[in-house]
């Protein structure tokens, strides 16, 4: 897959060309990670409460 990738991108590319591609990779991981997320929050049983809760105990140690 990485050659892949470095033979389609095997030529001059423009900045703003490098940040789309960029965005457009940095998007697609964001929504496997948090589809990811979802299932195993699912799976454990847990709600947003439940990590709200998490996230507020550890910002009152953290002061």
């Known amino acids: 897959m990485q050659v892949s990738l470095m ?3 095997d030529r001059p590319m423009q900045p703003a060309e490098l ?3 960029h965005q ?3 998007d697609y ?3 496997l990670i948090g ?3 979802d299932e195993i929050m ?3 049983g ?3 409460e439940d990590l709200d809760r998490v996230l507020n105990q550890s910002r ?4």
Do not use: G, I, P, W
């Open 60 to 63: 009152r140690t953290a002061q």
């Open 29 to 31: 991981y964001s929504e």
């Open 7 to 9: 033979r389609l991108f």
């Open 19 to 21: 940040d789309k591609v």
């Open 35 to 37: 589809n990811e997320a």
């Open 24 to 26: 457009l990779l940095m």
């Open 42 to 44: 699912q799976q454990k």
């Open 46 to 48: 847990y709600s947003q």
